[in-house]
Each structure stands twice: as C-alpha cells, then as structure tokens.
C-alpha cells in the first residue's frame, strides 16, 4: 500500500476540476492543483488578495514581491488576469462567483461541516483568513488532507471535535487513502487506494464510511515531492 | 491654492497623531505594505495603539515592530498565527493579557472597512455563522439563509502603499499592491500612501485606481 503523497493528492483534486471554472485554491497543498489542471482546459484561478488569473510560480528571474498569491508565493499572470483589491475579491467570493474551493482541513463531518482554522494549540493565535467567506459561500467545497492526523486520528468524523469553519459546506474530499463525497446520506468513497479495503478504511475514520457501487481504485501518475 | 498633498518626510507625515489612534495598516503577502511609514510610526513612539492589520505578524510586515515596541494596545485582523512553533510577540502580549484580539474573516474585515469609508455602519454577512466568530453577534434570516451583523471599521490613521501619486493624492497601484489600501484610505481620518514616486502631473484619469479625494498625504519613498 501506497499512500499518496502531497502532490499527488493536489493532483487528483485537480482532475475534478472542470473547463471554464473559476477556482479558489488555498494555502498549502490546494495551491499546487494548479500546476495540474488537464490539458487543453482554461481556468480561472482566483487568489483571495485579488489576484484573478493566476499563473505558475515566477521563476527567480521574474519574481516580483508585488505579484503574490494567498500563500505569499511570488508568481505569474496567466492570459487574461486581472488585478483587483480585497474588497472586490471578496465581493466575487461571497457573491456565489467562485464555482469551487480548494482548501485543506483538520476534520471534516460526515454532514459537511468544516473545521480548518482553529487546531487549538494553547496560546497560538487565530488564522482565519479568508476560509470562513470561501467555505460559506464558494459553489463547491473541496477538501485536500490526509486521511488521518500523524498521530493516526480519524479526520472524517460524526462530527467535528475543533471549532468549526462553516457548517455543512463541504462536497468532496481528497485524501491520501481515498476519494470520498459528501452526500444527505454521509460520507460516500468513490475511490480507494489499491491494496486497502473499505474494512480498513472504515477503521480509520470515525464515522460511518458508504461505498459506490461503482467505487474505482485510487491511482495517480508518480509525483516526486520536491527534496 | 494648488491642491499639493506631497510631504517631505515620514515624520511630516506622521503629523498630528496621537496616543490611542486606531492604525490601519495595508498589505498582504509582501505587497502593499508602507513600512517606511509604519517604521517611522515605531520610532514616533505613539502608543496605545489599536492596530488593524489583515495578518497582523507577517513577516515582511513591519507592524510587528509596532507590537515588539509594546505601542499596541489591541489587534484586529483576519490572522494571528506566528510562523514559528513557538510564540511570536503577538501571541506572548495576548497570552499575558497584554493584548486584546479580535479576529474576523478576512472578507469580513475587508467589508467592514469598506462600509466604515461608505457611511454604512453595519452589514450583515454569511461569513462566520455557525463558528465561534459569531458569539455575541446578532443573527438574522434573510430568505433561507442565516447572516451575521457585523459592524464597520473607522480609523484614525491609515497607512498604505501604491506604486505613484500625484499633487492630487491620486493613485495608480503595482500588481497586488492595492490589496487592503483603498478601503483603509477611505475609512481613515488621516489616509497617508508611501508610494515609489510623486508626479507633478496628473496620472491620466481612468488609470487612477484610488481617487486622491480619499488620500491626506503621499510620501515618495523610491524603491
């Protein structure tokens, strides 16, 4: 059993991504679905500072610290970007213009809800920024995270144990273990990692796991984490 | 009298505020931040501060000077979180009480600025409901949906950066610069922007992106 590593669930994640959408993708793993989007498609990558049209990362020669995404990283402007303030930002967020989030998670509930900002390490301040308005208001939620804490932890669980981002927001999540979707009846896992069975997933979730008649093995081309 | 809103020097700038002001401080990401002003605010000495700030300790940011010099006596912003896995300052003066937060959603904190600058004083919002951030704040149904009251931010002081001004205190904005800025000028008593370069001649109308209406003064700083 492989689990995938980081890109190679930012790469699934991407494949969902459909042609045309304007798309949100937060800090940390979400970022890197840019890099892959499929081929001949053209999308909109929304960042929160205003960045609308975000291109690839800016190699050294081009790198501009005026020119940064959500994660601070300096990058490029992708054909037909343009460049707003935060207000205007936010207006396309909470105005039902983003079709889908990309953003990481420490838990997600099997009725959705979404806990991402607040793991409650004793005297570590807030991070909210901009995930409660994306979380509440994006079309679609996703979720890219690993399917359980280092420590082995369920992160799909009955209902979230850490203060929540939004209730019930959330339509899909990609894990290193399994692809599953949030649905009215709970958790439904559309793909599964070869070499693992929904007996062992189940036991590592927290919340009754329901599996497609049609549930697909998980693959991904193989991605090298950078050194 | 020709309309001139250039000043020489940050501490020109900096004239007339006072112990308590509430500081507005644009930037995200390591664009848009006037830290040539906000250094000159630390080394003016003004205490008491209430600074508002979207990430009030990143780390090209130079606000947290401001709160290692212990001038801030209370934070609002979107994100609060040190990068270290120890405490950062912020979080050391907040654990000790010495601090007081408060934190919003980062579309909240931007429309709350917004409406501060627009003469609205309160909006409702479906950011944050369900969540912690709404505790204590009214809620109300529109249609099927619940929505937060959230109220407007005014300040005395705002600080921002853009790319050139002219005599008029127009501004024009590089890449991402603009971020926070034009809703801080606008909710601001006293809007100040370090820019790269002042011009005697007007920034030809439909390129200015922050009318010089919403700007006090502007500080040439190159760069």
Known sequence: ?227 | MPIDKRVASAAEALEGVSDGAVVLCSGFGGAGFANVLIAALCERGTRNLTLVSNSATHRFSFTHQLIEAGLVRRVICSAARGHAAGLSPLEELWKDGKIELTVLPQGSFAESLRAGGAGIPAYYTPAGVGTQLAEGKEIRRFGTRDYLLEEAIIGDLALIRADVADRWGNLSFRHAQANFGPAMATAARLAIAEVRITQDHPIPPTEVQLSGVFVNRVLAVGG
């Open chain 1, 1 to 227: 059993m492989h689990p995938l590593n980081r890109l190679q669930m930012a790469w699934r994640a991407a494949q969902d991504i459909e042609d045309g959408m304007v798309v949100n993708l937060g800090i940390g793993m979400p970022v890197a679905c840019g890099d892959y989007i499929r081929p001949g498609l053209e999308v909109v990558i929304q960042a929160e500072n205003g960045v609308i049209g975000a291109g690839k990362l800016a190699d050294q020669a081009h790198a501009d610290s005026d020119l940064v995404d959500a994660g601070s990283r300096r990058i490029t402007l992708a054909p037909g970007a343009t460049i707003i303030d935060s207000t205007a930002s936010f207006a396309m967020i909470r105005g039902g213009h983003i079709d889908a989030t990309i953003l990481g998670a420490f838990e997600v509930a099997a009725n959705g809800d979404l806990a991402n900002w607040d793991m409650r390490i004793p005297n570590k301040g807030p991070l909210v920024g901009g995930a409660m308005d994306l979380a509440a208001c994006a079309r679609q939620v996703w979720i890219i995270m690993e399917f359980n804490t280092r420590k082995g932890a369920p992160r799909l669980r009955e209902a979230c144990l850490l203060p929540l981002t939004a209730p019930g927001c959330v339509r899909r999540i990609f894990t290193d273990l399994a692809v599953v979707h949030v649905t009215a009846q709970g958790f439904l896992v559309t793909e599964l990692l070869p070499g693992l069975s929904p007996e062992d997933l189940q036991a590592r979730a927290d919340a009754k796991l329901h599996f497609a008649p049609d549930c697909r093995p998980l693959t991904t081309p193989a991605l090298a984490l950078p050194e």
